[in-house]
């Protein structure tokens, strides 16, 4: 049976110079397709300097892919928000990257909810009615995991998880601390995942097991941190809720 890589990026807040990093990587490997959960956009530069380090973006990650699937985040969302604010000059120019990266062959966006196939037998979407065991689900953050799922891949929360079919892709790059994170090569058949490597871009990052909150797998954490779930029960994804409860009311007392 056939497999295929896939490469998934978590959230690259305009982190240009460590999306080149990862490239140069995927450009030495096999990769079938890239899979980016969002958040490209980012706080420490105006509007039309973010817009334009997406388009950037997006062209150097073309050059290790002719198909990156795509959704959008909260920060993606903001920032478009903001440049339809923006007049004269500034939105002629808004228009023209936005029409550029809109005719980018490379870019598939799953937002559309539309279902692709990937390779034979493999499809993705970010359609949660569409999800089946052949199927990977791509969101930048859902309240519930897919179980159904070959694969659930989101972002948004800036560390990275692993519990199959769940993936946390965590992030690549965060501005706002200038901290790099990870990224993600999964072997995927119509079988199932045949082989998930992380790739940790920082030394700052290491794999941690909590041993109280078993259920939740894995955790790559910042070496200076708690677990996720000890930090706030809301970040918890399948720990058994009558536990989170009492731990939570116990934290309260």
Request: hydrophobic content about 40%; charged content about 25%.
């Amino acid at each position: 049976m056939s497999t295929i890589n896939i490469a998934i990026l978590g959230d690259i807040h305009c982190g240009l110079n460590t999306v080149h990093e990862v490239v140069e990587y995927l450009r030495s490997t096999s990769i079938d397709a890239i899979i980016l959960v969002g958040d490209y956009a980012c706080s420490s530069m105006d509007t039309m300097q973010s817009l334009e380090t997406i388009v950037k973006i997006f062209e150097v990650l073309s050059k290790a892919s002719d198909r990156i699937f795509i959704v959008w985040g909260d920060s993606d969302i903001e920032l478009f928000h903001k440049l339809t604010h923006l007049y004269g000059y500034s939105r002629k120019r808004v228009l023209e990257l936005l029409k550029y990266l809109n005719n980018m062959d490379s870019i598939i966006d799953l937002s559309s909810g539309e279902k692709y196939e990937i390779d034979r037998g493999i499809y993705i979407t970010s359609n949660r009615e569409l999800v089946d065991r052949k199927t990977i689900y791509v969101v930048h953050t859902d309240i519930n995991i897919a179980t159904n799922s070959l694969l659930h891949v989101e972002g948004h929360r800036h560390y990275g998880q692993i519990r199959i079919p769940y993936i946390n892709a965590g992030y690549v790059y965060i501005d706002s601390i200038d901290r790099k994170g990870m990224y993600w090569v999964v072997e995927v058949s119509r079988r199932g995942i045949e082989r998930i490597d992380i790739h940790i871009l920082s030394s700052d990052i290491h794999e941690y097991r909590c041993p109280i909150h078993k259920d939740e797998g894995v955790f790559y954490i910042m070496r200076n941190d708690i677990c996720p779930v000890c930090k706030d029960v809301l970040n918890a994804r399948f720990t058994d809720d009558a536990y989170l409860a009492t731990e939570s009311l116990f934290k309260s007392m």
